[in-house]
């Protein structure tokens, strides 16, 4: 167990609909980054929070949107999902806002059919 | 653009053998460089980095080799054992890593016993 606390694990979801995943940091931690993983595109930095705000966008698309709340847990929302929407996807935390010693969740796997 | 460019896609290796993944990067502001293993249904976890200002680094059997001219940085593996087979991903970062880090596409890699 890394202590980053990702949930749900799976998510069977439709195209058009909207979900939200969620995650936990380690304790201590307060980076959030989130990332996608896909098989053609490899790990995709997303986003970036530090305690409560945004640091750093990657390859976000406007469908998608996070937030850091105060107690530090992050919540990624996916918007008129797509089929190339599914992936992994994947948060982890840092002590500090660099990036250079990251603690990865278990991911999240999302289809979208 | 991939930033980092990672080779070979997959390998095989005899148990007892030596595994060896190759990245390249282009941008020369990077000055952080991890290698990341990822079992399945894992998230990445922290292997072992490099600074630039070093040629080499070694933790036990895995040795990161640097050569900063080239642009290049591999990872090796010696004495490989079944239970090192899965996915290693090489990354790097720049200023910190304020923009997250930036992954290779993953090295699928199995220890054949």
């Known amino acids: 167990d890394s202590g980053v606390t990702q949930t749900p694990k799976h998510l069977i979801t439709a195209t058009g609909q909207r979900v939200t995943l969620r995650c936990s940091p380690r304790?201590?931690?307060?980076?959030v980054y989130w990332y996608q993983q896909s098989l053609d595109q490899g790990l995709q930095f997303l986003i970036q929070?530090?305690?409560?705000?945004?640091?750093a966008k990657g390859n976000i698309l406007e469908r998608f949107s996070a937030q850091q709340f105060p107690d530090l847990h992050s919540e990624l929302n996916l918007s008129s999902l797509e089929l190339g929407d599914s992936a992994l996807y994947f948060c982890?935390?840092?002590?500090?806002?660099?990036?250079?010693?990251?603690?990865f969740g278990a991911g999240s796997r999302l289809t979208v059919l | 653009q991939q930033q980092v460019k990672q080779s070979p896609q997959s390998l095989i290796v005899q148990k007892g053998g030596i595994s060896i993944i190759n990245c390249a990067y282009e941008?020369?502001?990077?000055?952080?460089f991890p290698w990341y293993q990822q079992f399945p249904g894992k998230g990445p976890a922290l292997l072992i980095a490099?600074?630039?200002?070093?040629s080499e680094k070694k933790e036990g059997r895995f040795t990161i080799s640097f050569n900063k001219s080239a642009k290049q940085f591999s990872l090796h593996i010696m004495d490989s054992q079944p239970g090192d087979s899965a996915t290693y991903f090489c990354?790097?970062?720049?200023?910190?890593?304020?923009?997250?880090?930036?992954f290779g596409k993953g090295t699928h890699l199995i220890i054949q016993p």
């Open positions: 982890a935390s840092g002590w500090t806002t660099g990036a250079n010693v990251l603690t």
């Open positions: 304790s201590g931690d307060l980076s």
């Open positions: 929070y530090y305690n409560g705000e945004e640091r």
């Open positions: 941008n020369t502001a990077f000055d952080y």
């Open positions: 490099i600074r630039p200002d070093v």
């Open positions: 990354a790097a970062s720049a200023g910190g890593g304020a923009d997250g880090l930036t």
